[in-house]
């Protein structure tokens, strides 16, 4: 037997155990699985029984004295799947309940925890009450991926908290459809969702070989392609993301699409993940040109940072030349200076006084606010590019919740135009016009700066001259050019885009990631409730439908605790962090609050109390390799992820920012800015994997209160 015929294939659990070993056998791993790839029934190799074991096909081989490696051992082929490695007795015992099979409808190959199944059902059928999936078929539930065996426990389930409690231990394509038909989806809908799990051939459930290239066998085993490969997946961090790729957001990755495609998802469900992995699969199977270049844009210039360094651990040297990661502001300013642009891009520093100096020329009749003006001017001014009076007189106003006929436009129409006079009077523009020369610049010069794709990260908050940019950028008959991905949930910059008018149709290549795979569900729904009562876009002009939103893991309820002062506050953060840093020195904890001069406060009082942090900077990337707590505004942990978040001063004078939006009398104007602020907390809160600890001072913010009175 040589080594091209032998296929071996790492477990995600495998990989969740190898990080869990003592580092003196994490060491013994890498030359363990090159010998065994080599030649895996050789005499080193002792395969034993697992006497008990409910699926026979598993054995034990020795990785040491005290540890033991537990392999799927099919009888046709030269395929092995290593599932687990632990101690002897723990191996063991882990390996008595489980079963590794084919799927008879989907063909892929399937881990099920038999011992949790059988708990359930006992626990739940003697459940009088309507059971959740009464309604549909076995057939159907097998073609949507629950495996046969545990059928009779799924029939007899009865609410969504009984199936959570099979969430581990059951494959992710099956527990997905699950969560969707209990959200009230149709089979047919979740077969949209999803991905049409039914299958015109025949599966053969012995043939391990073919079973490992579906989706769903590709999001729990890796297969390990040679030595080098090996020690490169051993040896860098063991982030799951990095190898494993879920069922549908594989099929998203590595489909072939006929025009732009819109990803939606809240927050952990996978998005960026999706939109690094994306840059990367194009850049292998587009990019065939030696000049040929995918672009990978977001909003912010951090976050294009962090999205950098982590596309680094899943590209080659050679896919990371192909790839731009850049924010689009960013890209705009360095296109306009390699044209000689001959004005300066200003984000508020100067053009502050020339806006204030416009405001004197506002018409005292109308007697309108000076956040009217502002908001008018980038709403509509400057979201439609409108350069003239006779086009901001025939523009839609739709949306604004001040009414203006032809004669109060043409009057405050002077604010904007005496504002444009003096940028061009000191050679300044605003980072909206910038976008917008850089978009007439490339359509002159058309494919002289075209990409063969671009994909969007955090498309929620890109204006619409940013996506007509964007539509510039790419020839749209070109295949695989758009890949847009955003949550409206997380909206913190802008007021809503609509792609159809940006010449982007998504004409129903529209997708939801809907199962969230960060927080656990008690954070996912106390975050969720933040945004309650508000309608969350879909950047097309529509409301997204939030039906079937989940988390799959358990933890606890988010902790709000309000004290009296500010020394008061910081106690019982210190008190806490020294609570939990004792109990696990390797977790991630970040402080996060809604100013910089909240940052400097918090940092300087815990760092007095002996508390080591570092301050996550708004231009750089998240250094893993320095030691301390996290400390970063809300804005900044956008994008970042953390085991514990602290959200301090959560408090009602700074939760929400009393902005001049919102104190409006423009009733839109003020809703959208409260959305924002509640949007930015739902984004600071979504950054924990476990525990949130929610503190501030004073008066609670009234976000956090209806949450706790209700």
């Given at each position: ?420 006079e003096l940028l061009d009077e000191h050679a300044l523009k605003e980072p909206e016009d910038a976008i917008r020369d850089a978009r007439m610049m490339v359509e002159e010069e058309g494919d002289a700066v075209a990409y063969k794709s671009i994909v969007v990260d955090e498309a929620q908050d890109m204006g619409e001259e ?245």
């Amino acid at each position: 037997m040589t080594e091209l015929h032998i296929k071996v294939a790492m477990s995600e659990l495998f990989t969740l155990a190898i990080t869990r070993l003592p580092k003196s056998q994490q060491e013994k791993i890498h030359p363990f699985l090159v010998e065994f790839r080599r030649n895996p029934t050789g005499p080193g190799f002792n395969y034993e029984k697992i006497r008990g074991a409910k699926d026979k096909k598993l054995r034990s081989i020795r990785l040491d004295q005290a540890y033991r490696v537990i392999v799927a051992r099919p009888e046709k082929g030269n395929v092995y799947l290593m599932l687990w490695v632990d101690k002897h007795d723990d191996a063991y015992a882990w390996a008595q309940n489980r079963v590794c099979d084919i799927h008879p409808e989907t063909g892929a190959i399937q881990v099920i925890d038999t011992e949790v199944i059988s708990k359930v059902k006992e626990e739940v059928e003697q459940n009088v009450e309507t059971k959740l999936f009464s309604e549909i078929r076995d057939r159907e539930l097998a073609s949507l991926g629950v495996p046969e065996g545990i059928l009779p426990t799924v029939r007899e389930l009865t609410s969504e908290d009984e199936l959570d409690a099979i969430a581990k231990s059951v494959p992710i394509e099956a527990h997905n459809a699950l969560v969707l038909l209990a959200a009230g989806y149709t089979v047919e809908e979740v077969y949209r969702e999803l991905g049409d799990s039914t299958k015109t051939k025949v599966i053969d459930i012995n043939d391990f070989d073919t079973a490992l290239e579906t989706n769903e066998s590709r999001s729990r085993f890796y297969v390990v392609g040679d030595d080098a490969e090996l020690a490169e997946i051993l040896n860098a961090p063991l982030e799951k993301w990095r190898v494993f790729l879920h069922p549908t957001q594989r099929r998203l990755v590595e489909s072939s699409w006929d025009g732009p495609v819109r990803v939606l998802g809240g927050a952990g469900t996978g998005k960026t993940v999706v939109a690094m992995h994306r840059a990367k699969w194009l850049a292998k199977t587009v990019c065939s040109k030696p000049n040929d270049k995918i672009l990978l844009t977001t909003f912010t210039r951090n976050l294009s940072e962090d999205i950098r360094e982590n596309l680094k651990k899943i590209c080659t040297e050679k896919e990371m030349e192909r790839i731009d990661v850049i924010n689009l502001d960013q890209w705009a300013i360095d296109y306009l200076r390699k044209h000689s642009y001959n004005f300066h891009i200003d984000y508020g520093n100067h053009t502050r006084k020339l806006w204030n100096k416009a405001l004197d020329d506002a018409p005292k009749d109308l007697n309108m606010e000076e956040g009217f003006y502002r908001e008018e001017w980038e709403r509509i001014i400057q979201s439609r590019g409108i350069r003239s009076l006779e086009e901001y007189i025939k523009v839609s106003r739709v949306g604004r919740g001040t009414r203006l006929d032809r004669k109060q436009r043409a009057q405050v129409w002077r604010v904007f135009e005496r504002y444009r006079e003096l940028l061009d009077e000191h050679a300044l523009k605003e980072p909206e016009d910038a976008i917008r020369d850089a978009r007439m610049m490339v359509e002159e010069e058309g494919d002289a700066v075209a990409y063969k794709s671009i994909v969007v990260d955090e498309a929620q908050d890109m204006g619409e001259e940013a996506f007509c940019l964007i539509r510039a950028l790419v020839p749209s008959e070109q295949k695989n050019d758009l890949f847009i991905v955003g949550d409206g949930h997380q909206r913190i910059y802008r007021h809503p885009s609509v792609l159809s008018r940006c010449g982007i149709d998504i004409n129903n290549r529209s997708h939801v990631l809907r199962i969230n795979y960060r927080t656990t569900e008690q954070i996912r729904k106390w975050a969720t409730s933040l945004l309650e009562g508000c309608e969350v876009d879909d950047m097309d002009g529509d409301v997204e439908n939030p039906q079937g939103y989940r988390s799959l893991l358990q933890g606890i309820t988010p902790s709000v605790v309000c004290l009296r002062n500010f020394e008061e506050e910081v106690d019982v953060i210190f008190s806490y962090l020294n609570k939990y840093m004792d109990k696990d020195e390797q977790c991630s904890v970040c402080i996060a609050v809604r100013t910089n001069w909240m940052v400097e406060d918090y940092r300087n009082a815990l760092k007095q109390k002996g508390i080591k942090l570092y301050k996550v900077r708004r231009d750089q990337a998240d250094d893993l390799s320095k030691s301390g707590i996290r400390i970063a505004t809300m804005h900044r942990v956008k994008g970042l992820e953390y085991d514990i978040m602290i959200i301090a001063g959560a408090d009602n004078a700074t939760l929400p920012m009393p902005t001049p939006a919102l104190k409006s009398k423009d009733p839109v104007v003020c809703r959208d800015a409260e959305f924002n602020e509640r949007a930015l907390f739902y984004v600071a809160v979504t950054r924990a994997k476990k525990e949130v600890l929610v503190t501030c001072y004073g008066i609670i913010s009234k976000f956090v209160n209806n949450i706790v009175a209700a």
